[in-house]
T-cell receptor, first 111, second 118 residues
Framework: DAKTTQPPSMDCAEGRAANLPCNHS???????VYWYRQIHSQGPQYIIHGLKNNETNEMASLIITEDRKSSTLILPHATLRDTAVYYC????????????FGQGTRLTINP | DAGITQSPRHKVTETGTPVTLRCHQTENHRYMYWYRQDPGHGLRLIHY???????DKGEVSDGYSVSRSKTEDFLLTLESATSSQTSVYFCAISAPLNPGQVITYEQYFGPGTRLTVT
């Protein structure tokens, strides 16, 4: 079973910030929080990851709470091309990374 | 895309026939994975490999076998296909992020193979 809980769907207006929450209350100290997204029937695509500090890259920002039990992925200026299923996954990065996908959040960006 | 290709991209086969799906990578990554995805669900890990001839089972390995005789190729075989194995199959590799710093990894996924067992 997935170790994360996400809302099944969200909507956001184009140009606004999309904030996708994820609960991972049983996360262990050496597990990272990773976000992937899947557009249509393509293979999932890596977005961002973090351990305990907030992270930002060219695609998104990741905010992890101090107790690490939840996180939020932020797409600062959502576009129609950001419509996808977003997966929050926690795992240990040493060795084989056996990802356990939940059902993710289906994000729809509306014009 | 980390140089990952999958073949075939689409296949229709009959129940009871053997099927082999191929995943090919061009960058000599150590770890390779096979996932399946069914409608309305996330991906589930079937098998993975941590080197040539080194493989292990994932979450849903029953009915599947794998082989890795070369670094670049990871084969998934359905010995006797069943309708429950109709799915989209994704191959993935682990690639390092930020080489030279604390190394973390991301997985790159192939384009997928849509398999229909009739």
């Amino acid at each position: 079973d997935a170790k994360t809980t996400q809302p099944p769907s969200m909507d956001c207006a184009e140009g606004r910030a999309a904030n996708l929450p994820c609960n991972h209350s049983t996360i262990s100290g050496n597990e990272y929080v990773y976000w992937y997204r899947q557009i249509h029937s393509q293979g999932p695509q890596y977005i961002i990851h973090g351990l305990k500090n907030n992270e930002t890259n060219e695609m998104a920002s990741l905010i992890i709470t101090e107790d690490r039990k939840s996180s939020t992925l932020i797409l600062p200026h959502a576009t129609l091309r950001d419509t996808a299923v977003y997966y929050c996954i926690v795992y240990i990065i040493q060795g084989a990374q056996k990802l356990v996908f939940g059902q993710g959040t289906r994000l729809t960006i509306n014009p | 895309d980390a140089g990952i290709t999958q073949s075939p991209r689409h296949k229709v086969t009959e129940t009871g026939t053997p099927v082999t799906l191929r995943c090919h990578q061009t960058e000599n990554h150590r770890y390779m994975y096979w996932y399946r995805q069914d409608p309305g669900h996330g991906l589930r890990l079937i098998h993975y490999s941590y080197g040539v001839k080194d493989t292990d089972k994932g979450e849903v390995s029953d009915g599947y076998s794998v082989s890795r005789s070369k670094t670049e190729d990871f084969l998934l075989t359905l010995e006797s296909a069943t309708s429950s194995q109709t799915s989209v199959y994704f191959c993935a590799i682990s690639a390092p992020l930020n080489p030279g710093q604390v190394i973390t990894y991301e997985q790159y996924f192939g384009p997928g193979t849509r398999l229909t067992v009739t």
